[in-house]
């Protein structure tokens, strides 16, 4: 199979896929600029375990040339994603098995966070060397994640801060009623048309309620939601509240629990 420049016509020195040897490193360019693809690709047809399988120029052309290639490391512009929110996690969901390098023009504390947080295996500079970058696909392909103490520092202390801002009552989400109910309902393994039915309301109500919840505490799915609920005890009260009411009426409310 001959490998593709997405760009243009495939070209006769291209090296068909085949060519790579057992246990090779399969990469994918995608970089708006011809002169860094260019670039790239004669840094590593200097290198026996590594190939490049095909080159893009934009993000688009990169989903595409995901589907036809088996890839082990993808070498991404960070511009061909700037202004997007979900381009890392929906290139994560497409090839799972592939790892991201993101190069970037200049390194910045909450756009570095972000992107490890989302995926992203490796922050690299354009200026980078071509020893390191070589190095740095390797070290990739392995499983490892490439950070400079720097990126290190940033990760480490986004981590810290969050878990202050989750440990500390006064910036504590402020969640309705409603919201609180709909949680425990979730902790307790029922799904949108048992919580709908329960509370008297519409599954998509319940729906619109969730994401406000998972907004609100920056979590993406239910079990997420459980997980921080339990760590977090961010229900003790409610259930408290609810456990007293139903005492009044003879009865005790649910158990806590987190079958999802």
């Known amino acids: 199979m001959t490998v593709v420049n997405f760009d243009q016509t495939p070209h006769p020195d291209d090296a068909p896929e085949e060519s790579i040897p057992h246990g090779g490193i399969r990469v994918i360019l995608a970089d708006s600029q011809a002169i860094y693809r260019v670039g790239m690709k004669k840094v590593f047809a200097l290198e026996d375990d590594i190939r490049v399988v095909a080159q893009v120029e934009t ?73 390191l970058l070589v190095k740095c696909v390797r ?33 504590q989400p402020k969640l309705s009623k409603k919201e609180l109910a709909i949680i425990s309902c979730i902790t307790r393994g029922m799904r949108n048309k048992e919580i709908a039915y329960q509370i008297g309301t519409t599954e998509q ?30 229900l003790k009260q409610y259930m408290h509240d609810e456990n007293a009411a139903a005492g009044q009426q003879g009865e005790a409310a649910p158990p806590l629990r987190a079958k999802l």
Do not use: F
């Open 205 to 234: 109500v319940i729906k619109n309620y969730l994401r406000k919840v998972y907004d609100k505490l920056g979590v993406s799915d239910r079990l997420e939601l459980a997980l921080y609920c339990l760590h977090h005890e961010l």
């Open 59 to 131: 993000l688009a052309n990169l989903y595409a040339a995901l589907q036809r290639y088996p890839t082990d490391v993808v070498l991404l512009e960070g511009q061909l994603i700037a202004g997007t929110t979900d381009a890392i996690p929906e290139l994560v969901r497409q090839a799972p098995d592939a790892k991201l390098i993101v190069q970037v023009s200049e390194t910045d504390e909450s756009n570095t966070v972000e992107l490890y947080r989302r995926g992203v295996r490796g922050v690299v500079p354009r200026s980078i060397s071509p020893d």
């Open 139 to 171: 070290k990739i392909a392995e499983g490892e994640t490439w950070i400079d103490n720097q990126s290190i520092s940033w990760v480490i202390e986004a981590y810290r801060s969050q878990a202050t801002t989750l440990t500390d009552p006064k910036v």
